[in-house]
Structures are given as C-alpha cells and as structure tokens.
C-alpha cells in the first residue's frame, strides 16, 4: 500500500461520497472551488478589498504604538 498521506486520504474520502452521493441518487455538494475568480475584474471588489486592507493596516498601526481598539 502507498504511503497515507492527507492529500491522498482526502482524495479517497472525496471519491467515496462521489460514489455514495451516485448511488444515493442525490446530486453531490456544490464544490467551494468553483467560485475562485468569480469576482475577476469587479471594481466593486476592488474597493471591498482596498478598504479592509486600509482598515487591517490602520489597525496594525494602532497596536504598534500601544493604542488597542
């Protein structure tokens, strides 16, 4: 038997529901993975992103000098 490492036990357990989901007769879960770059290119992400990236570095700035929030 191959070396059990997480990746391939993981795989295994993803292809087991795969099957048990078919026989099951019920669709499988939606993947997480399929929502990558959905927001590719919005301007309104963009700004999303920018904001918390202000307020994360507003609020590295604060405990730096001792000011805790």
């Known amino acids: 038997m191959s070396d059990l490492t997480l990746e391939v036990v993981a795989k295994r ?7 048990v989901a078919e026989l099951s007769g019920k669709p499988a879960p939606k993947d997480w993975r399929r929502t990558v770059g959905m927001f590719e290119g919005s301007e309104f992400m963009a700004q999303v992103d920018a904001e918390v990236l202000a307020a994360r570095e507003a ?5 730096r000098a001792g000011r805790f929030e």
């Open 13 to 19: 357990l993803a292809d087991l529901e795969r099957k």
């Open 59 to 63: 609020e590295r700035e604060a405990a």
